[in-house]
């Protein structure tokens, strides 16, 4: 196959673990007899930097024309620490998302037999955890009217849900649990907010067309503690944007490490993989961040976006393999010896 697989490296770590990326797919591709397409394009702080804009109109184009996009992070600490900036690398993200119709975020959690005692919680709480959680990603209070009255003396952001685009989230959510173990859980604050009632109802007016999927509904406080007693307890989670973007970080820390968890971001034009961490601006440039979540992304991509499901198969076989040998970086590496970002994508290529 000829792949074409659209390339944002992003900010701060983001090119360090695109390229060890970039390596294992290319080496799945040779080993597999496919044709990689990378074509680069600029996002981020970076693109900032060189054009204005945190996602220009070429960058758009370049997502447009590719059966898949690889990205890596973005973020800058001079634009974290300017409260004033006008123009932000995360805007750049929501506009992404907007463009693109990255509606709904899917974010696995689970652990490495190899890692369980590296997680900040006990091993007979997370062994056997394998959950999703699907965020959505374009409505919400991300995207509502938001701004400032009173000379700026008070904020106002607004939650706004329609049930169309419920609908969507919830029904890739229902498909996903039709083929793992048939649970889903909505997760809404409805005892307090009229945008979480609806996502109740509508979820509720779905039921019925999968009579095999048993659907649970529960607060999003109550998940967030549930999720550090017992995670293994869900399967499939679904959630609007802001719940979704806390709970899978929460989520993300049961592995013991963010820099293991890959995601995919499913559109109406393309898909996008990435992993799940930020652009750790500190580590960049250090050849010490881990590049396993972006790889592990790429198998998402893999099998998602290309249905080459053995070329998935690979990539995970390989990372298991490092982890099991100990080829990790310092996130991971305790007392023994710590390979560095490079190290560990040379390895994983040549092993796969």
Not at 61 to 78: N, S, T, Y
């Amino acid at each position: 196959m000829k792949l074409n697989i659209a390339l944002l490296a992003g900010d701060g770590i983001g090119p360090e673990v695109v390229d060890q990326a970039v390596k294992v797919v290319n080496a799945v591709a040779t080993k597999f007899n496919h044709e990689i397409n990378w074509t680069s394009a600029l996002t981020g702080a970076c693109a900032i930097d060189e054009c204005g804009e945190p996602y220009p109109d070429s960058t758009h184009e370049v997502c447009m024309a590719a059966d898949a996009v690889l990205f890596g992070a973005i973020g800058h600490p001079k634009y974290d620490n300017d409260p004033k900036a006008k123009v932000r690398p995360e805007q750049g993200l929501l506009k992404m998302r907007q463009k693109l119709g990255l509606f709904a975020n899917v974010r696995p959690t689970f652990t490495f037999p190899s890692l369980i005692d590296n997680s900040p919680l006990k091993r007979e709480r997370i062994e056997g955890t394998d959950l999703i959680i699907l965020r959505e990603l374009t409505g919400g209070i991300y995207f509502g009217e938001r701004g400032r009255k009173d000379d700026g003396n008070t904020a106002f952001d607004t939650c706004t849900y329609t049930r169309a685009e419920i609908q969507r989230l919830a029904k890739l959510g229902f498909e996903i649990a039709m083929t793992r173990s048939k649970k889903l859980c909505c997760v809404d604050k409805a005892n307090v907010l009229e945008s979480s009632r609806l996502w109740r109802e509508t979820v509720q007016d779905m039921e019925k067309d999968y009579p095999e999927v048993t659907v649970s509904y529960e607060f999003v406080d109550a998940v967030a503690m549930r999720l550090v007693q017992w995670p293994n307890s869900y399967d499939v989670l679904i959630t609007e944007n802001l719940f979704g973007d806390i709970l899978t970080d929460e989520a993300s820390v049961i592995s013991g490490s963010m820099g293991l968890m890959p995601s995919a971001s499913k559109g109406l034009h393309t898909s996008l993989y990435e992993p799940i961490h930020g652009s750790y601006p500190q580590a960049a440039g250090k050849d010490i961040a881990n590049p396993l979540a972006t790889v592990l992304s790429a198998a998402m991509m893999f099998e998602d976006a290309f249905g080459l499901h053995a070329e998935a198969a690979a990539i995970r076989d390989v990372v298991n393999k490092s982890l099991a040998e100990g080829v990790v970086t310092e996130d991971l590496a305790g007392t023994n010896k710590a390979y560095k970002t490079s190290e560990v994508g040379d390895w994983l290529a040549k092993n796969v």
